[in-house]
């Protein structure tokens, strides 16, 4: 599989990821607007805090079935059969865990109420634990379509039922009760969505356990990157400022979460593509990924110069504290594109100790660089800087460790990135000499909006214009602008044959 071949692939299964994502997390972020001015940020921090203890122990006991099914040579009934009845006992074991350590988690952080919220999300996680095996089949074949209907169809009947619920009762319990209505809502879908019925049985566990083992030792260790912050920081900021923490992470890495985390799921099932057909993907890889930053790169600019008019236009008064959080944490943004694409990567090509390794290093740096800082500060500002740092030594630890995978040429790749952040300077300049970057706001929602309109529409006008020069002074070199001006060749080309075709008829 070639590097354009992958990510044309990658695009068209991108895109319905994104179309799809874009849908529901416009409905969704919405929802948080308006929940964000119906409860206060202690529920948010509440239920945080029981939602992390929860997948802390989902984590302990996550096996990657369903990587392991998507870069299988073949699938058939034994084989899925032996994945549903792991996943089964999988899901009965974490629930057993979150509902016998619910006192535990409510001693933890101080909070009595937390009991209650986690036997509900055992539960949840329990029926969650019968999903259907046979949807893998859609990443498989790269029907991200019909995946992601998946995703979204739950997402909507969690969004219908927490807004009412918040309305009626204004109580944090209407955000746990949407996440339940989620969880048992998509574990039905899956099996309206494919005919195949899974059933008990173990007789290919061998084929599963290998390739699983490695996946769940990964996915501890990942769950301790993502939820190490609440984990540390909850007993010592407490639920409130823990609450603002969080919403501001989730506001800042929107074009991470909407844009890049998609494109890495479409890649995973590229990558495995590739890989039964013996092909080498690391330079492809590398390759997308710096494209991949091009993309995201005015997106991420957009977001932390704006960050004080999207507090003000979509938070409120109430949040403005938030506002540098968010402009610290828009810059994670520099360093996703290549830890999300390398780990699928990794994965995809079956070398998942070096994915462990990676992601252990991290860890060790990020905790490392937490409790060092809670020693000195709590200073939310400073905390959300050490956190970007982590997020660049994972980097680096994957540049590391690359190497010895297959060829890998920096050259064209650091040319590249060099543009491209040189393009993000010209940009940032622009944006501060309007006196548009950075700014304290106290203004109401609908002006706030629209100046968050104009700098994402200044970003983008400034970005693409200079990095398309820097390329063409170049001499057009090989790398990502080559791969995404190509790509978008490739798309416009029919409709641009539509049109003689148009004017000959009329």
């Not at 590398?286 to 991949?292: D, F, K, M, P, R």
């Not at 000195?376 to 660049?392: E, K, Y």
């Not at 010895?404 to 040429?409: A, C, E, K, N, S």
């Amino acid at each position: 599989m070639t590097t354009e071949s992958l990510a044309r692939s990658t695009v068209v299964g991108a895109t319905w990821l994104v179309l799809w994502r874009f849908i529901t997390r416009a409905l969704g972020f919405c929802s948080t607007l308006l929940l964000a001015r119906l409860l206060v940020p202690a529920d948010f921090g509440l239920v945080a805090m029981a939602s992390t203890f929860a997948a802390a122990v989902e984590a302990l006991s996550e096996l990657g079935l369903q990587d392991a099914l998507v870069r299988h040579p073949a699938m058939d009934r034994k084989l899925v059969n032996t994945a549903f009845t792991l996943q089964v006992a999988r899901a009965t074991l974490t629930a057993s865990i979150v509902a016998l350590g619910a006192p535990v988690a409510a001693w933890w952080f101080g909070e009595p109420r937390l009991e209650a919220l986690l036997f509900v999300l055992a539960a949840a996680t329990f029926v969650m634990g019968f999903e259907n095996t046979w949807v893998v089949e859609f990443r498989r074949e790269m029907r991200f379509d019909r995946q992601f209907r998946l995703l979204a169809i739950p997402r909507l009947l969690q969004l219908a039922t927490t807004i009412p619920l918040a309305l009626a009762t204004g109580s944090y319990w209407s955000l746990l009760l949407g996440t339940a209505v989620s969880k048992v809502s998509f574990t039905a879908l899956t099996y309206a969505m494919h005919p195949g019925r899974p059933s008990f049985g173990l007789s290919r566990w061998r084929e599963l356990t290998g390739f699983s083992l490695w996946i769940w030792a990964t996915s501890m260790t990942k769950l301790v990157w993502d939820r190490g912050d609440p984990i540390l920081l909850g007993p010592v900021i407490g639920p409130a400022r823990l609450g603002g923490y969080l919403l501001a992470l989730e506001l800042a890495i929107l074009p991470i979460s909407e844009l890049i985390a998609p494109a890495a799921d479409a890649l995973f099932a590229g990558f495995a593509s590739a890989q039964r057909r013996g092909a080498q993907s690391v330079d492809l890889a590398l390759t997308v990924a710096a494209a991949l930053l091009q993309v995201v790169m005015p997106l991420m600019i957009a977001v932390s110069c704006a960050s004080g008019f999207l507090v003000a236009g979509l938070l409120g008064p109430r949040w403005a504290d938030t506002a540098p959080l968010v402009a610290i944490f828009a810059w994670h943004g520099l360093f996703a594109p290549f830890n999300y694409v390398c780990s699928a990567m990794l994965v995809a090509n079956g070398r998942v100790s070096r994915n462990f390794s990676v992601t252990v290093v991290a860890v060790v740096v990020k905790l490392t660089a937490l409790l060092i800082t809670l020693a000195f500060t709590s200073d939310l500002a400073v905390i959300a800087l050490v956190s970007i740092g982590c997020t660049a030594a994972e980097f680096l630890a994957f540049m590391a460790l690359l190497g010895p995978v297959g060829d890998l040429r920096l050259r064209p790749l650091l040319a590249g990135v060099a543009r491209t952040l040189l393009a993000g300077l010209v940009t940032i300049f622009v944006l501060d000499w309007f006196g548009l970057a950075w700014r304290a706001v106290a203004m109401t929602s609908v002006p706030a909006l629209l100046y968050c309109a104009l700098i994402g529409c200044i970003a983008l006008a400034v970005f693409w214009p200079t990095l398309l020069l820097l390329w063409l002074l170049c001499g057009r070199p090989a790398g990502p602008e080559a791969l995404l001006v190509k790509l978008a060749g490739n798309h416009l080309k029919p409709l641009m044959m539509r049109k003689p075709a148009l004017k000959d008829a009329a």
